[in-house]
């Protein structure tokens, strides 16, 4: 099926743990973006990547990694989990940056 | 940097009642402007945009207009319904040196009730 898709759509990790955040995209989209959504802060983008093999940091990077080696896919890692990432993770993309955005279902990561 | 506020919510209207959600930006250059719903448990869709100055964005309803002159683009609708009961983000879209990303406010959250 054409659009986003992010796995898993909920995820209870323990303190510590390394977990990644899954996401593919079948439109061949340059632009992908992490958001996580908390109350009171709207959006915060964590990293974006314009292309294969280039990615940057966002608002809020630390403790997260990514990588695009292929086109269709982003995945974001928390290398150590902290309660602090307990969070809904939204990933998206664009095919310019400055048009629509299309955004997947989310990921509510829980960190106990 | 880029930045978006918008009004703080919860906004609770009865049905039909007239809506306005502010929005006001800061940006450098010429962004493109959005305003995305998301209903509950699901992901941002994208209500409207607007890319350059005095553009009007509409659909299903709603419109805003993009005021240069103010940094503003604020959404408003005639008549709302419970069924537009969700939450409502402005953002705007510009190059930001690192290249171009949207740039999201914190969120309104309506409720109409009946």
Known sequence: DAGITQSPRYKITETGR???LM???T???SYMFWYRQ?????LRLIYYS?????????EVPDGYVVSRSKTENFPLTLESAT?????????????????????????????? | GNSVTQMEGPVTLSEEAFLTINCTYTATGYPSLFWYVQYPGEGLQLLLKATKADDKGSNK????TYRKETTSFHLEKGSVQVSDS?????ALSGETGGGNKLTFGTGTQLKVEL
Do not use: N, P
Request: aromatic share 12%.
């Open chain 2, 86 to 90: 969700a939450v409502y983000f402005c």
């Open chain 1, 83 to 112: 309660r602090s990432q307990t969070s809904v993770y939204f990933c998206a993309s664009t095919e310019t940056g400055q048009g629509e955005a299309f955004f997947g279902q989310g990921t509510r990561l829980t960190v106990v």
């Open chain 1, 38 to 42: 908390d109350l009171g802060h709207g």
């Open chain 1, 18 to 20: 390394q977990v990644t």
């Open chain 1, 50 to 58: 314009a292309a294969a093999d280039i990615t940057d940091k966002g």
């Open chain 1, 23 to 25: 996401c593919h995209q």
């Open chain 1, 27 to 29: 439109w061949s989209h």
């Open chain 2, 61 to 64: 309803g709603f419109e805003a």
